[in-house]
């Protein structure tokens, strides 16, 4: 482990490179209002930040205030979420300004405590939201944080193992500049994603390199080193757009499954991969419709999520000859406010 000189020598070299080579700019950085680096946060876990930037200044323009964000409805904000994935990011943060809101009069909490009792906020975000909106000496630790010390004081264990995150907890707390939390954690995340970076770090005009282990040791590319490998299973969707001339069909998902809360056309998931024909026999099996309409394929996608590869295959049944006096159930929406619904990426691409 790091010797007191080096752990020193680490965090007053970190934040010289902060204050005269950092040059990596994005939006929310200086960021003091709670509120906004939470919402930056939040949108930022799983996303990188140019995919992420749009959906940031569309949430801040329409929701300036966390109140703001409380009052809305449910459907306008996975609206505003489509094409971001993880939604359940976007239940949480609903639960959350809502919990903010009603119990603490709309004031983002103060102490880290209660920050991190908040739905869906973790010890990353809750240190984040305490060092960069109060200074809070509390060390950030997420995927930059885990490479750059993993390597510079050559930790070998696994990240994804509860033995490895302790071990760079720790060293990350023992490092931060208790004082200069949020200039210190900004620092050592940028210094992670421009410098540090997972492939092709930039270790020849790099600040540690004297004394970084991973360097001496030619361990760079091997470190940090992950034991689990992602499990991914495929799933088969068949998505049919049934539409009439002015409305077509979708149904809400309520199931405790991925896009939970978003809308879909009708759906018949399989086990593998099927044909058209085989579809059909499906749907007159399930008896949907008073008689059998042509079935058309449109087109065939894959979207790889974390844990699962979702095969869809997009149909088109369209009916012309009904009375349109029979469609005022919740499921027949008018084509014209199809956009005011939040579907799957796969979907909404037909839709748009
Ligand atoms: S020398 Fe290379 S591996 Fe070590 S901290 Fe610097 S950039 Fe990272």
């Not at 086990?271 to 499906?282: C, E, R, S, Y």
């Not at 007159?284 to 699962?308: C, M, T």
Request: charge should be positive.
């Amino acid at each position: 482990m790091l010797s007191n000189q080096l752990k020193k020598q680490f965090t007053s070299k970190l934040l010289d490179w902060h204050a005269n080579e950092n040059f990596r700019s994005l939006p929310w950085k200086e960021e003091k209002d709670p509120y906004k680096i939470w919402l930056s946060e939040v949108i930022l876990q799983q996303t990188r930040a140019e995919q992420g930037l749009p959906y940031y200044l569309k949430f801040i323009n329409q929701y300036p205030t966390v109140t703001d964000l409380a009052n809305a409805k449910d459907n306008e904000i996975f609206k505003l979420w489509e094409g971001l994935g993880y939604y359940s990011r976007c239940r949480n943060l609903l639960a959350t300004a809502r919990i903010i809101k009603e119990q603490y009069k709309g004031i983002f909490p103060k102490n880290y405590e209660d920050i991190l009792n908040l739905k869906g906020i973790g010890n990353y975000t809750a240190a984040a939201i305490a060092s960069f909106a109060y200074n809070l000496p509390y060390a950030v630790v997420d995927g930059n944080v885990y490479r750059v010390l993993a390597r510079y004081a050559g930790i070998d264990l696994p990240i994804d193992g509860n033995e490895g995150k302790k071990v760079i907890a720790s060293l990350a707390q023992e490092l931060l500049a208790a004082n200069k939390a949020a200039a210190y954690n900004q620092a050592i995340m940028d210094f992670g994603a421009s410098i540090c970076k997972p492939k092709n770090p930039l270790c020849l005009e790099c600040p540690f390199q004297r004394n970084c282990k991973a360097y001496s040791e030619d361990t760079v590319s091997i470190l940090p080193i992950k034991s689990k490998k992602i499990k991914v299973k495929s799933r088969y969707f068949n998505y049919i757009v049934v539409e009439t001339p002015t409305h077509y069909w979708i149904e809400k998902r309520t199931a405790a499954d991925i896009w939970r809360d978003l809308h879909q056309t009708l759906l018949i998931e399989t086990d593998k991969k099927i044909n058209l024909q085989q579809l059909k026999k499906l749907l007159s099996g399930k008896n949907i419709f008073k008689k059998a309409y042509p079935l058309v394929l449109l087109q065939s996608k894959e979207q790889k999520l974390s844990h699962q590869l979702i095969i869809s295959s997009i149909y088109n049944i369209k009916i012309n000859n009904i009375n349109e006096s029979s469609l005022n159930t919740d499921n027949w929406v008018p084509k014209k406010e199809i956009f005011k619904y939040a579907f799957p990426k796969t979907l909404s691409e037909i839709f748009s």
